[in-house]
């Protein structure tokens, strides 16, 4: 008579025919190269899983021959994370990990130029994705080359970082000039600017402001101007009609004197003779320092 198999025979087979099919179809499954979540746009990410900016680029300005930048990206894979410049857009870095929470993040946001001695020195990303107390921020800096490309991305400082990006657009000495590309309005209140300062009219903190004005109004810098509040233009108002009154009265006064004087050339009153005082004249009393005899202290 033939045993039974065991128990125990038959769960050794189902583990064993389960290892076989497992194995078999190992070979067939598919590896993914770079993570699903990677970039701003992917299709496949919901739509509160995307990067979020915290406030809108500015307009693009700067020099007419950078403005072919914008609308394009240069991407460099540095370790495991691969860093994104858009031009006039923004700085995004991505974690190259498979990890279920891998990081994403912007580093900044296209808002205003570095300028300084009449030369464009930089490109300024700010307002990026919080990093402690302070949000992360961006400084793309310009080396020429043949080509352009990003080429390295260092954090000089916590939260800071700086770009090196390559291009022909910089090779040309006057490439990064600031001065030619303003129009001809903000090019004469620069050279105002320049020529106060070299008359002594205005101090070098009063010719800073003068040139930041001009920059502001190009949209080269971002501005930093108040809108008045209807209150305060009120008392803007209010000021200027005041102050309007007291030059009126002063150049009133000034011709008053002008004339009274004119008239006394003359020998012509300027007014009414004077009233002889009426009742019986008063005596004269002379009236001494104390301790002053006057003139008895000297019989």
């Not at 006039?88 to 929470?101: A, L, Y």
């Not at 993040?105 to 990093?131: H, V």
């Not at 070098?204 to 810098?221: C, F, I, K, N, P």
Request: proline share 6%.
């Amino acid at each position: 008579m033939r045993r039974s198999s065991s128990p125990h025979g038959v769960l050794r087979l189902v583990v064993c025919a389960s290892l076989l099919v497992n194995h078999g179809f190992a070979g067939k499954m598919k590896i993914v190269e770079e993570p699903n979540t990677f970039g701003l746009n992917n299709p496949l990410l919901a739509q509160g899983s995307r990067l979020q900016p915290k406030v809108t680029p500015s307009p693009v300005a700067g020099p007419a021959h950078f403005h072919q930048l914008a609308g394009r990206c240069f991407s460099l894979t540095e370790s495991t994370y691969k860093y994104e410049f858009c031009p006039f857009h923004n700085v995004t870095q991505h974690e190259q990990s498979f990890r279920w929470n891998a990081y994403s993040g912007i580093l900044g946001i296209w808002q205003e130029w570095e300028m300084a001695n009449n030369s464009f020195t930089g490109m300024w990303m700010r307002d990026g994705d919080a990093c402690g107390t302070r949000s992360r921020e961006t400084k793309v800096v310009f080396v020429c080359s043949a080509s352009s490309r990003l080429a390295q991305v260092s954090e000089p400082s916590t939260c800071v970082y700086s770009l090196s990006f390559e291009t022909p657009l910089v090779c040309h000495p006057h490439s990064l000039l600031v001065y030619p590309t303003l129009d001809e309005k903000l090019q004469k209140e620069w050279d105002e600017a320049e020529q106060a300062r070299y008359e002594g009219l205005v101090t070098e903190q009063g010719y800073s402001h003068l040139l930041r004005d001009v920059l502001e109004d190009a949209g080269l810098l971002k501005s930093r101007k108040v809108k008045q509040q209807p209150d305060a233009a009120a008392d803007s108002q209010t000021h200027n009609s005041l102050q309007k009154c007291t030059e009126d009265f002063q150049q009133q006064r000034a011709e008053i004197e002008r004339l009274s004087a004119l008239l006394a050339q003359h020998n012509i009153p300027s007014g009414p003779e004077p009233r002889e005082p009426k009742g019986t004249p008063a005596e004269t009393v002379n009236h001494h320092l104390r301790g002053d005899a006057g003139l008895t202290g000297l019989q």
